[in-house]
């Protein structure tokens, strides 16, 4: 199995910006969708965004959607999520995911913590 | 917006079996997944599609499904089944990915 390691979480004021990065190794990253999904503190799981093998197809969970932008750079086997527009209910662990047959949510990374807070 | 209801919380006894659902608000074009999160870890996948469990989840973990409703059965279930079970399918635009809002699993 791969593995995921996600980095860039920290605080910020509602309004600011983060870019999250999430490294792949042991699996040929460019063959494979991603996902960023989002647990808020003591709550359930959350869809965010997903991205095609290649970087040409995007989507986006409504509530992001305009805020967010998942990319990826294969040559460096790495994905990101750019957040902008930050409001307090975005304050999450954000974790990175493969995909599985672009139905299912293969193998997760640990999982960054973002928290929105003025 | 499409959705998945599952109950909050479930018990059951050491090694007998229980049924996690999770109900769709409409019936589904995909197939439904199923995702294990023990305290401080991140989830886990334990059962997905028709009839799939990933290398290395106990053979004990089952699904299936009826109308809208998908299930996650453990038969025989352990200590260590005791955590939190998401499950999740695309909605049926297919670039949306809905998880139900979780169903924590005690084991007595």
């Known amino acids: 199995q791969g593995r995921l390691v996600e980095s860039g979480g920290g605080v910020v004021q509602p309004g600011g910006s983060l870019r999250l990065s999430c490294s792949a190794s042991?699996?040929?990253?460019?063959?494979?969708?991603m996902h960023w999904v989002r647990q808020t503190p003591g709550k359930g799981l959350e869809w965010v965004a997903a991205i095609s093998y290649d970087g040409t197809d995007e989507d986006y969970a409504d509530s992001v959607k305009g805020r967010f932008t998942i990319s990826r750079d294969n040559s460096k086997n790495t994905l990101y999520l750019q957040m902008n527009s930050l409001r307090l209910e975005d304050t999450a662990v954000y974790y990175c995911v493969k995909d599985l047959r672009r139905d299912y949510f293969d193998f997760w990374g640990q999982g960054t913590l973002v928290t929105v807070s003025s | 917006s499409s959705e998945l209801t599952q109950d909050p919380a479930v018990s059951v006894a050491l090694g007998q079996t229980v049924r996690i659902t999770c109900q769709a608000d409409r019936p589904r074009s995909y197939h439904a997944s199923w995702y294990q999160q023990k305290p401080g870890q991140a989830p886990v996948l334990v059962f997905y599609?028709?009839?799939n469990r990933p290398s290395g989840i106990p053979d004990r973990f089952s699904g299936s499904s009826s109308g809208n409703t998908a299930s996650l059965i453990i038969t025989g279930a352990q200590a260590e089944d005791e955590a939190d079970y998401y499950c999740n399918s695309r909605d049926n635009s297919g670039d949306h990915w809905v998880f139900g809002g979780g169903t924590r699993l005690t084991v007595l």
């Open positions: 599609g028709r009839d």
């Open positions: 042991r699996f040929i990253f460019s063959n494979y969708g």
